[in-house]
Each structure stands twice: as C-alpha cells, then as structure tokens.
C-alpha cells in the first residue's frame, strides 16, 4: 500500500502565509532539488483549489523553464493530480481531475491501489486528510523567519503522535523534516 505524505514549506512558527497570503519569504533554490528527488517516488497529488492554482505555473512548456527546474516540471506534468475545490469546474493541466467533495474513502482506495505514494498538499485538505487518519507522514521544510500570523500549516485543535524519521538541514537554513504518524 502507498502513503500518503503531507509536504509544505513552514516559516518556523508554523505557518505556510503570512496575514497577507503571500509566501514570499519560501527560500526554494537550494531545496529544489532535494523535493525533485523526491517527487519521482510520488505518482499523485492531492492539492487544494488554492495550491493547484499555485503550482499551474509548472504546466508550460518544459523547455521554458531554467534547466535546473525542468526535471521537476516533466515530473509534475507526468503525475496524476486531484484537486479538490467547490468552485472550479475543469482543471487547466494535464492529468488533472476536480472532486467537489473530499471523500476519505475514495483516498483509502487510493492509498490502496496505487503502486506510487501520494502527496497532498495545501492546509486545509491535509488538515481534512489528517483528520480522518489517512496521513502517513508529514514532511515539513521550515525555512528561517517567523512570520507572526497567517494560515497555519495544521488545523488547531489537530493532535497527533508523531516518529522523527529524518531531518536535513540545507546550507540557506531550511530545515527539513520527516515524520510519521503513529
């Protein structure tokens, strides 16, 4: 059976905006291509309205892109993606369906079909994926600045157990971390 990983980058008091929605303050160059690595594991992602809107920008074409970003792009061109969102009626990219509904079942049967592991992505669906149990790990990339307010990376109230399994700490002072929920 696959996992499901919730990734996101985090200012160090756990939020993924600042009060204003930006994310400008998201350092990536140096941790580019440790998440490029990574994501040739995945073969799905889960994203909110938002975080899909976001990440469109990988849909042009590859040769586009700085040579350093475009194996990150074919891999997120090539990865089946879900977005769960109310109000979008058709998806932009390629590989891409809308649910209009978050179904915990339908992501168990996901998780258990799949022969790759999944990603999920954007506050508010990991938070509806980690309530009903189906998150595996958490893999976090704190990067150094304290934003003071904005949307946190999880729900209040949310507790859960979890395993250090991994850290990294990259020379611009992002720190990475894996966890698994127990």
């Not at 194996?71 to 109000?87: G, H, L, N, P, Y």
């Not at 049967?109 to 938070?127: F, M, N, Q, R, T």
Request: hydrophobic fraction near 40%.
């Amino acid at each position: 059976m696959s996992k499901l990983v919730y990734a996101t980058n985090a200012s160090l008091d756990g939020y993924i905006e600042d009060a204003t929605g930006a994310f400008d303050w998201v350092n990536p160059d140096e941790v580019f291509a440790f998440i490029t690595a990574w994501l040739r594991s995945v073969g799905t992602h889960l994203y909110g309205r938002r975080l899909y809107q976001t990440m469109t920008h990988w849909a042009a074409p590859v040769e586009s892109y700085p040579p350093e970003q475009r194996d990150f792009a074919r891999i997120w061109q090539a990865s089946e993606k879900i977005v769960f969102s109310r109000t979008l009626t058709s998806a932009t990219t390629g590989n891409t369906r809308i649910k209009h509904d978050f179904d915990p079942e339908a992501i168990r049967k996901l998780k258990a079909e799949s022969a790759h592991d999944l990603i999920i992505g954007g506050a508010e669906v990991a938070g509806l994926a980690l309530e009903a149990n189906l998150v595996d790990e958490c893999r976090l990339f704190l990067n150094p600045v304290i934003v003071g307010g904005g949307k946190p990376a999880f729900h209040a109230n949310l507790r859960r157990d979890l395993e250090l399994l991994e850290t990294h700490r990259f020379d611009n002072g992002v720190v990475y971390v894996r966890y698994r929920l127990r």
